[in-house]
C-alpha cells in the first residue's frame, strides 16, 4: 500500500466497518474492533487517526461509506449525543449492527432492532453471539463467512422420544448453520401474510418468571394461526432463529416471511408489563408497538388486545381469533398462569416425571377453570405420553384411558379449538387403536387448524400410515413451510416418503432432521429400515448402530444381519430386543419374524400386540417389513378388525 493509500485508509475512506462507541469502554471495544478485523473487514475507529486529521470530517466520511455501522450500547454509551448520532445513521441507512456490553437497552428510536449481547463475551472466546455480529457484518458486505473458523461447534442437547411424541415440535436445536442455511435456502417465495411471531424476552430480575414470555408468544402464534387470513412460522423455527440473535430484517429475510414481531415481558410484584413490536421485515421500520403494564390478573385481556391489535394492523378480520370462535378459552388469570407453565415443563421434558410435574400443572388449571379446554387437550396430550412409555402395561392402559376421556372433554368445551380435534384424534389413533374414527377429528382438526404446523404434521403420519399418500405429502409440505428448522417434522417427511416407496427420500428427510438435532431419537432406524428395502444391507447396520432408541435399534439389526445371511448376529440382536423391551416391543418382533419368513410367529406377536394396544400397530397397514404377511387371511382380518380400510 502506498503511502497516499495507507493515508487514505487511515482517514476512513478503505474502511468498510464504522465502529461507534463511548470513551469509557474503549478496552472492550478495541477488543471485540480486533476480532472484526480478523474476520477480514477494515474498521474506523477514533483509534486509527493520526495527528493532524480532522476528526469531525474523517468521521463523516467513514460513516457515510461504511457498509455496516457497529454500535456499542453501554450505560454511557446511551448518554452520548456522538453514538446517537452514529446509531441514527446506521439505522436510516438499514446497516445498524447494534451490540450490547453490559446488558443496557437500547434508547428509544433503536429498541425495534434485536442487539446482540456481548455482556458476557471475554477477548478470544468464540461464543454464538460473536459469530452473530461477525456473520451479519459479513451479510451487509454481501459475504458469507466461513462457518468451520467463525461459528461454534453446538452443544448436543440429549432428547427422549417422549418430548417429540405428540408436539411434534416441542424440542429443536439448531444444530448446524450449514444445513439450517441450506433448508432455508430452499423456501418458496415469500407470501405477502407472512408472519413470525419470536419468543419474548423476559425482562424481569426473576429468572423464574421466564415461562412467561414464552407462554405469551406462542399463544399469541397460536392465536394468529388460527386467521385463516395468515400464513405464521411455527414455534421451533422462530425459537431457532430468535437464538442466533438476528435483527428483524435478517431474521425476516432467513424465515421467508413479510413480517416479524418481537417483544418483552416484565414482571414487577403485581404488575406485568408487555411491550410489542410489530416491524416490516423489508424495510425494518416499526408498523406497529404497544406496551401495556397491568395487573397479572388482565394477563388474559393483554392477550386478546395483542392479537387484535396485529390482526387489525395488517388488515385481517379477527372474527375467528377473538370471539366467535368457540375455543373454550381460559377464563381464570390463576389457571392461564398455571397452564403456560405446565407447557413450558412439558417442551423440556425428558422423564416420567417431569411428565407428570407438567401433568400436576394442567390439572390445577383445570381445577381453577373446569372450562379452559387447551387445558384439558394439554393434560390428554401429556397422559398419551405417559402411557405409552410405562412400563407398567396396567398403569399405562389407565393413562391411555384418562388420555382419551380428556380429549372428549377438550372437544367438548372447545369444539372450535383445533389442538382439542387434533389431540383427540392422536389418542383414537395411537392410544386406542380405533383407526378409522380417528379420521374425523383429524379432518376436523384441518378445518379449524390449517395454519398450524403441528395439526398439519400429525395429520400428516395419520394420513402416510392409512395408505393416503397425497394427502399425507402435503400436509407434510406444508407443515414444513411454516416450520423449516423442526426436525420431528422432517423426519415425520421420512415416514410419509417411506411408506410410500420411496426410499432415498426418505433416507435424505432423515438426515435432515438429524443435521437439525444429532441426538433425534428414530431417525437413523429408519435410514436403516430404508436401506434394507434398498438391500443395503451393511448400511443399513451401520446407521441402525447409531439409533439411541433400542426399541428400534435392534429389530433393525436382526432383520439387516439376517438378510445380510449373519444368523448369529441376527439371533443375538433379537435376543437383545426380547430382553431389553420384552412386551412392549411386540409388534417389533412380528417385523423381525416376517422378514425371517417365520410367519405363525409374525402373527402371534401381532394379536399380542392387538391385546396390549401396542401404538406400533398403526403401522400395520403400510409397513413393507411385513410384506410377506400380506396374503394370509387373519393378517388381512387383524387389518379390518383395527379399521384400516
Not at 423381525?592 to 400386540?609: G, I, R, S, T
Request: aromatic share 8%.
Amino acid at each position: 500500500m502506498s503511502e497516499t493509500d495507507e493515508n487514505d485508509h487511515q482517514n476512513g475512506r478503505f474502511t468498510t466497518v464504522f465502529f461507534s462507541y463511548s470513551r469509557v469502554d474503549q478496552s472492550k471495544a478495541i477488543s471485540i474492533i480486533r476480532e472484526i478485523e480478523n474476520a477480514g473487514f477494515s474498521v474506523w475507529w477514533d483509534g486509527v487517526l493520526k495527528g493532524g486529521v480532522k476528526y469531525v470530517e474523517s468521521t463523516g466520511e467513514a460513516l457515510e461509506s461504511a457498509k455496516a455501522v457497529v454500535v456499542m450500547w453501554s450505560k454511557d454509551s446511551i448518554k452520548s449525543n456522538w453514538v446517537l448520532d452514529e446509531a441514527m445513521n446506521g439505522r436510516e441507512r438499514a446497516c445498524l449492527v447494534p451490540i450490547s456490553l453490559d446488558g443496557s437497552v437500547p434508547p428509544l428510536g433503536f429498541r425495534q432492532f434485536q442487539v446482540i449481547d456481548l455482556s458476557g463475551w471475554k477477548e478470544g472466546q468464540k461464543t454464538p453471539a460473536l459469530s452473530n455480529l461477525l456473520s451479519t457484518v459479513a451479510e451487509l458486505h454481501d459475504q458469507q463467512l466461513d462457518p468451520a473458523q467463525h461459528l461454534p461447534i453446538p452443544v448436543e442437547r440429549k432428547l427422549s422420544r417422549r418430548t417429540l411424541l405428540l408436539t411434534a415440535g416441542a424440542v429443536t436445536v439448531l444444530g448446524g448453520a450449514i444445513t439450517a442455511t441450506t433448508i432455508l435456502s430452499n423456501r418458496s417465495s415469500i407470501a405477502k401474510n407472512s408472519i413470525a411471531v419470536l419468543p419474548f424476552e423476559n425482562d424481569s430480575r426473576d429468572a423464574e418468571q421466564s415461562y412467561l414470555p414464552s407462554g405469551i408468544s406462542a399463544e399469541l402464534r397460536n392465536s394468529l394461526a388460527r386467521n385463516p387470513g395468515l400464513r405464521v412460522v411455527a414455534r421451533s423455527s422462530s425459537e431457532a432463529i430468535q437464538e442466533q440473535k438476528l435483527d428483524a430484517r435478517r431474521a425476516s429475510r432467513e424465515l421467508g416471511v413479510y413480517f416479524i414481531v418481537e417483544g418483552s415481558v416484565r414482571v414487577v410484584g403485581p404488575v406485568v408489563r408487555v411491550s410489542s413490536f410489530l416491524i416490516d421485515g423489508r424495510s425494518g421500520e416499526v408498523r406497529w408497538s404497544e406496551t401495556y403494564q397491568q395487573s397479572l390478573d388482565d394477563l388474559l385481556d393483554i392477550q386478546a388486545k395483542l392479537t387484535s391489535a396485529i390482526s387489525s394492523e395488517l388488515s385481517l378480520a379477527v372474527s375467528t381469533v377473538m370471539g366467535e370462535a368457540n375455543i373454550g378459552a381460559a377464563t381464570n388469570p390463576a389457571a392461564f398462569d398455571s397452564y403456560l407453565r405446565g407447557w413450558t415443563i412439558y417442551r423440556s421434558s425428558h422423564s416420567a416425571e417431569t411428565d407428570l410435574q407438567a401433568l400436576a400443572r394442567f390439572d390445577n388449571a383445570i381445577r381453577l377453570d373446569p372450562n379452559f379446554a387447551a387445558a384439558h387437550a394439554a393434560q390428554s396430550a401429556t397422559l398419551t405420553v405417559l402411557g405409552n412409555f410405562s412400563e407398567d402395561p396396567e398403569k399405562a392402559k389407565t393413562y391411555k384411558s384418562k388420555a382419551y376421556q380428556a380429549a372428549l372433554k377438550a372437544v367438548q368445551l372447545g369444539p372450535d379449538l383445533d389442538e382439542a380435534h387434533s389431540v383427540l384424534a392422536l389418542t383414537l389413533f395411537d392410544s386406542q387403536l380405533k383407526i378409522k374414527d380417528a379420521n374425523a377429528p383429524f379432518q376436523r382438526s384441518l378445518e379449524l387448524g390449517a395454519g398450524s404446523a403441528v395439526t398439519q404434521a400429525r395429520y400428516a403420519e395419520y394420513a402416510a400410515l392409512t395408505g393416503q399418500r397425497q394427502s399425507a405429502r402435503e400436509a407434510i409440505d406444508f407443515a414444513l413451510e411454516l416450520d423449516p428448522l423442526n426436525s420431528n417434522f422432517h423426519r415425520s417427511s421420512g415416514l410419509v416418503h417411506y411408506v410410500s416407496g420411496e426410499f432415498e427420500k426418505a433416507i435424505q428427510a432423515n438426515q435432515d432432521a438429524l443435521s437439525l438435532e444429532p441426538s433425534l431419537s428414530d431417525s437413523h432406524a429408519w435410514i436403516g429400515f430404508a436401506h434394507i428395502q434398498m438391500e443395503n444391507y451393511d448400511a443399513a447396520i451401520k446407521a441402525s448402530l447409531k439409533e439411541p432408541a433400542a426399541f428400534l435399534k435392534y429389530p433393525c439389526l436382526a432383520v439387516a444381519h439376517h438378510l445380510a445371511g449373519r444368523t448369529i448376529e441376527a439371533k443375538s440382536a433379537m435376543d437383545t430386543l426380547m430382553e431389553e423391551q420384552g412386551s412392549t416391543a411386540l409388534y417389533q418382533q412380528a417385523q423381525v419374524y416376517a422378514q425371517w419368513n417365520e410367519l405363525d410367529a409374525a402373527m402371534n406377536a401381532l394379536n399380542e400386540a392387538r391385546t396390549a394396544v401396542d401404538a406400533g400397530l398403526t403401522y400395520l397397514y403400510t409397513d413393507p417389513l411385513l410384506q410377506p404377511l400380506h396374503d394370509r387371511e387373519d393378517y388381512k382380518a387383524l387389518q379390518r378388525a383395527l379399521g384400516f380400510n
